[in-house]
């Protein structure tokens, strides 16, 4: 019983002994804190937003390839399109199906450049990936930088622990005790706003790469379906 009250005590201390340990410490340990906070902040809105994207994306990517895949008439779908869809797929197949349509009504039926569409395809793409990918270098901008900035206040802080040293008469612990603790605190909190930012900056890579591919085996598909069918004058 007695282990088991001690135990909640020194948890119950826990808090405000960090509390007070943050507050210890020097006013240039409290800008690189604060700057990280900044960049973990920060980081942590971009990777819910997102994730939350990346997810409704893959998922209307989907279902729209679904559709694509059962055939059927490229004019049905696009009227049956959302044009507020997240996902790229679908406003590449708008800009596709936009030329298409218009070089159709230009030529009386047939597509006159596959050249042509594909250039729009493959722009509606670096486009759509531009839009995807952004946000991206914050994390990778954190990942780098914010160890850097915490060994910035792990160098800070050693110096501080060698000027308590070499102004106390007698050494001893505490007389380097708020130069350590400086270091370590910047130290783990720039690991702490690193490591995150850098897991979720190589899945999101990951996940924007498939898409991508996705997207380019459906222009394929899209080119080698105009081609047969819009080229020798049968509308779709």
């Known amino acids: 019983m007695t282990f088991v009250l ?3 005590q020194t948890t119950q201390s826990q808090p405000s002994a960090l ?6 410490t020097s006013p240039l340990a409290k800008g690189v804190l604060i700057l990280l906070l900044i960049f973990s902040i920060y980081s942590w809105a971009i990777i819910i937003t997102k994730w939350r994207w990346l997810k409704d ?3 209307e990517t989907k279902q729209f390839l679904a559709r694509f895949q059962r055939g059927g008439k490229l004019s049905e779908l696009y009227q049956a ?7 790229p797929l679908v406003r590449v197949f708008m800009a596709g199906y936009d030329e298409i349509n218009n ?3 230009e030529a009386a039926g ?4 596959l050249d042509s569409l594909s250039r729009v395809l493959q722009s509606a793409t670096i486009a759509e990936v531009s839009r995807m990918e952004k946000r991206l270098t914050w994390l990778a901008t954190t990942a780098n930088a914010s160890p850097f900035i915490g060994l910035f206040g792990t160098v800070v802080g050693i110096i501080i622990a060698f000027q308590g040293l070499s102004s106390a008469s007698v ?8 130069g350590i603790a400086d270091a370590l605190i910047a130290t783990a909190a720039g690991i702490a706003a690193a490591v995150p930012a850098a897991i979720f900056y190589n899945q999101f890579l990951n996940r924007i790469k498939a898409l991508t591919a996705i997207i380019d085996r459906f222009s394929l598909e899209l080119l080698n379906l105009v081609e047969r069918h819009y080229v020798t004058g049968v509308r779709g």
């Open 19 to 24: 509390t007070d340990l943050l507050l210890r």
């Open 6 to 8: 001690s135990f909640i």
């Open 171 to 178: 050494s001893s612990i505490q007389a380097v005790a708020p």
């Open 110 to 113: 047939q597509v006159r450049s």
């Open 103 to 105: 070089q159709i009504g």
């Open 57 to 59: 994306a893959e998922k």
């Open 81 to 87: 399109t959302d044009t507020g869809a997240r996902s």
